[in-house]
């Protein structure tokens, strides 16, 4: 009986102890720089999970980006500085929003030749409606709808 109640109790310390090491305690000389902190965790993903900004993250690897992030700004580094940094660690992957480079022109071109696209495909309907609206009749129809008309009338 001793012992399952030494046990329960060294269980609960060990979830205690790992329940207060998930808490990650950042202090900032001036809340421009904490800002800056929570500006860039968030703009960056986690490698490890699907699509989870770094600043939500439980992945360990989320933590050692979080705490990189947090010495690089103490060290005054600027945000372009440490978004550089931290890309050429982890790669372009970890960017929510991927640089205009040579590999990225299609990925950023695809939606706006979609747009204009559309636009075109828009600007062409409504041209060829126009036009076929806009065309005369020949006689022979001219002469059939006078006859549809006056037989209408006279009913």
């Known amino acids: 009986m001793a012992l ?17 090491g998930a808490v990650e305690i950042r202090e900032f000389e001036d809340p ?3 800002q800056r902190y929570q ?23 989320s933590g050692d980006m979080r705490e990189r992030v ?32 040579n590999r990225t022109y299609l990925l950023w071109g695809i939606p706006v030749v979609l747009v204009l696209l559309g636009i075109l495909l828009v600007v062409w309907m409504v041209r060829a409606r ?5 065309t005369s009749l020949s006689t022979e129809e001219r002469a059939r709808l006078d006859e549809l008309i006056n037989r209408e009338r006279s009913s």
């Open 130 to 134: 126009r036009n076929a609206s806009a």
């Open 70 to 101: 947090y010495q690089l700004l103490q060290d005054g580094k600027s945000d372009t500085e440490i978004i550089n940094h931290m890309v050429q660690r982890f790669g372009e992957y970890i960017l929510y929003n991927p640089r205009l480079e």
């Open 32 to 34: 421009v720089t904490k």
């Open 39 to 61: 500006d860039l965790t968030a703009s960056m993903r986690c490698p490890l999970c699907e699509n989870q900004a770094i600043n939500d993250s439980d992945a360990p690897i």
């Open 4 to 20: 399952n109640r030494w046990l329960i109790a060294i269980l609960l310390l060990l979830l205690a102890g790992s329940a207060l």
